[in-house]
């Protein structure tokens, strides 16, 4: 007996939901999907930012405003610790409340004060000069 290809395709679809059922009787877990952020929040205390990175000692928000001017008050106010996030519970979830005055501002976060990453979860983003991408926040 020879299968047609049109009978295969049809049944596709029902084979792959059963393998997904049988994965998920088995015991396995949807951990792969990776949860969400919310983007910057604005309140009227500044703006909130978060950034999941579990792994790191260190989580600075580098940025484009005065006071942060990309890390480069580091050398002004002769700490490291210019923008730095807190994990405060341990849930890998590092956070930072910037007071910012209404404007257009890019930021990236760096960890462990050598890999510089743009917000996964915002969207808005423009040309950093170099090859990637700057988060775009705008404070009304």
């Not at 999941?52 to 928000?61: C, D, G, H, M, R």
């Amino acid at each position: 007996m020879r299968i047609q290809p049109t009978s295969l395709r049809r049944l596709a679809p029902p084979l792959a939901l059963l393998a997904f059922v049988v994965a998920g009787a088995a015991g396995c877990s949807m951990n792969f999907v990776k949860r969400r952020l919310p983007p910057p929040t604005v309140s009227g205390e500044g703006v909130q930012f978060l950034f999941e990175a579990p792994s790191a000692k260190l989580v600075q928000l580098a940025g484009n405003w005065p006071e942060n001017n990309w890390l480069a008050g580091q050398a002004q106010t002769g700490s490291f610790l210019v923008g730095e996030m807190k994990d405060t519970n341990g849930d890998g979830i590092w956070e930072r409340l910037e007071p910012l005055p209404p404007g257009r501002y890019q930021y990236k976060f760096v960890i462990d004060r050598v890999n510089w990453k743009p917000d996964p979860n915002n969207p808005q983003r423009v040309d950093d000069g170099y090859g990637g991408f700057n988060s775009l926040l705008i404070v009304e």
